[in-house]
Each structure stands twice: as structure tokens, then as C-alpha cells.
């Protein structure tokens, strides 16, 4: 197979993959206390459940988005694209002996996907009138958000959105759902 072919090809498979990771972490880690005594009292697994759970739903609850901030006080909604290269390595490493494409394809899907996710999440909290907020495809996805603080169990991925597919956590709008959404400017 062509270089380029490969590439293409382990670029979708890897972004499947990485959408069934944020909705399996989102969903499991950020919204679900730890079941085993043991990690409960991990500092980190505590931190990313208050932090995302309680502090970031409670925020955005009534008022699905507020003023821009500056850089660096956002840091409650954004990923951390280092963290994300270095969570991809244990994947990577796994990839490297059936494929090198696929083992240097994931890192780059892994910064695509933080970099992209903090454009459209941060978008979405803080509108800032991006060049992208007012394309129809950026209004589904922040109704498709909304909807996941108006129903935590619903609507886990935040960019793309193929995991909630697969795991059938898709959200349906109700007639307040669609209310609150137009009040708050994106329906």
C-alpha cells in the first residue's frame, strides 16, 4: 500500500481510537468515583473527578458559557497537549512493531485532537467570536456539549463524537433542552 494510503488509513483508525478514549476516560474517570479502595486515594484521580465533575459542571450548569478569560486561567477547560504525547506512549510503543506509520501517527492524532479540543471546547465555555463559531458544524458540537452538562450521563465526547455513537450515550434533546440552547445562542 502506498505511503500516503497508509497514513490516511491509520490516521481515521487512530482518530476512532482516540474518540473511544475520551468518551472511556470522560465517561469513566471524570464523571465516576473510583470503585476500588485503591485508587480513591490517588491525589490524581481525585483531583481529575473534582476538578471535571463537581467544579467544571457546577460553573457551567445555568450558564453554559461566560466571559473570555486570559490564557492560563482557562486551564480547568483545556488538555494539556504534553500530558496527552506522553499518555499516547504506552499505545505508540504498542503500534511501533506492526507498524512504524501507525506508531508516528498517534502522537500527531493525540496533538490534533488536545490542540482542536481546546479550540472548540474553550469556544464553547469562553466565546471569543472565533473564526469557526458561527459554522454550522461548531453549532452542533456546542449543542452536542450543551446537552452533556443539561444530562452528565450523555454526550462524552466533545470534538468528535463517535464514541457516544458506539456506546449509545448520544443525548436527545427535550423541548427545554432546545429552549435553553437558543437562550444561550446556539441553536
Known sequence: ???????IAW???????MSIVE????????????????????????????SHAIEHH??????????????GEDRGIRL??????????????????FSYVGALTFPVVVCLHHLT????HLEMHKPRGSFFSQWPLYKKL????FLHHRH?????????????WLFGTMATPTAADLEAMKAQGIA
Request: charged residues 20%; aromatic residues 8%; hydrophobic residues 50%.
Open 23 to 50: 468518551h472511556q476516560v470522560h465517561a469513566r474517570m471524570m464523571h465516576k468515583r473510583p470503585k476500588l479502595a485503591f485508587l480513591r486515594n490517588v491525589r490524581a484521580r481525585q483531583k481529575m473527578f473534582k
Open 80 to 97: 494539556n497537549v504534553v500530558e496527552g504525547l506522553v499518555e499516547s506512549l504506552p499505545l505508540t510503543l504498542l503500534l511501533a512493531p
Open 58 to 71: 457546577r460553573q457551567y450548569l445555568k450558564e453554559f458559557h461566560d466571559e473570555p478569560v486570559p490564557h
Open 117 to 120: 479540543w481546546n479550540l472548540v
Open 142 to 145: 456546542a449543542q452536542h456539549h
Open 152 to 164: 452528565p450521563d450523555k454526550n462524552f465526547n466533545v470534538f468528535l463524537l463517535v464514541g457516544d
Open 11 to 17: 490516521f481515521v483508525a487512530l482518530s476512532v481510537v
Open 1 to 7: 500500500m502506498p505511503l500516503a494510503l497508509q497514513i
